[in-house]
């Protein structure tokens, strides 16, 4: 048998074992699991902001057109983005701002 041979022969196997694969993945029942519906998490809610946050969240496309999202969107925007905002960087990292030395006065007493 010459290489020309050999390779007509390999393509032929090929090409059949590639039509029965494509034959028995088309008559295999379809086995997919039923789609589950992701459980809402219980999430200890600490501000209401976060709890409008958090409903807003929850509904979907509605939640654009919804004006007390909106509000709570508009709010969350607002003490985030504000540099030194009242409440921002306090509730993000306490810790640091207990923690840091207080600046030296420069005189002795």
């Not at 041979?5 to 086995?31: P, Y």
């Not at 209401?48 to 509904?59: K, N």
């Amino acid at each position: 048998m010459d290489g020309m041979m050999a390779a007509r022969l390999g393509a032929v196997v090929f090409v059949a074992v590639a039509i029965t694969a494509a034959v028995v993945e088309l008559r295999r029942k379809d086995e997919r699991p039923e789609p589950t519906l992701p459980r809402p998490v219980q999430v200890n809610v600490e501000s209401p902001l976060q709890a409008e946050l958090l409903r807003c969240q929850g509904l979907g496309e509605a939640g654009p057109r919804d004006p007390a999202c909106l509000r709570a969107w508009a709010e969350n925007r607002r003490r985030f983005l504000t540099p030194g905002a009242a409440t921002g960087s306090a509730e993000r990292d306490p810790a640091p701002a207990s923690s840091t030395p207080a600046p030296a006065t420069g005189g002795n007493e």
